[in-house]
């Protein structure tokens, strides 16, 4: 085991109802949208999620991409990731992967990957 492995994160604060951070990216064009991911329609205020949710959004507030992330084993593991075709090529998938960890979690490769997936996760995104 490596030492890097006895200190794996995940932000808890992620994932409950009403956590919410921006932030600007690609010269102010985008902003990225982090906050708790699915809450059921009959849960209670404050709920905990089981996932937690990066949108995109363009000038226009347009939403235009999405990352899901869940735990798994002290990591965030990619549910699904999607940048509509017009805004892909740019660095927004590599942009709200970076936002991830900046909210202080760690990222591991998802074990349900599509071919896409692979790629994307294979330039530069396990670091």
């Known amino acids: ?11 808890d604060k992620l994932f409950w109802e009403g956590y919410e951070k921006t932030k600007s ?6 902003t990225l949208i982090a906050k708790a991911g699915y809450v059921k329609i009959d849960a209670k205020v404050k709920y905990k999620s089981e996932q937690f949710r990066i949108e995109a959004k363009d000038k226009g507030g347009k939403l235009i991409g999405w990352v899901n ?3 798994v084993n ?3 593991e990619a549910l699904d990731l ?9 660095g927004i998938a590599t942009e709200m992967y970076k936002f991830a960890r900046e909210l202080g979690n760690d990222i591991t490769q998802s074990s ?3 071919g896409m997936g ?3 996760w294979s330039k530069d995104h396990s670091k």
């Not at 890097?4 to 995940?10: A, D, M, Q, R, W």
């Not at 990216?25 to 985008?30: A, G, M, R, V, W």
């Not at 999607?82 to 740019?90: E, G, N, P």
Request: charged share 40%.
């Open 118 to 120: 692979k790629l994307f």
């Open 25 to 30: 990216i690609l010269n102010n064009e985008y």
């Open 82 to 90: 999607h940048v509509d075709l017009k805004h892909r090529r740019k």
């Open 1 to 11: 085991m490596k030492l890097k492995e006895l200190f794996e994160v995940v932000n």
């Open 69 to 71: 992330f869940e735990k």
């Open 112 to 114: 349900k990957q599509t």
């Open 74 to 76: 002290d990591k965030l």
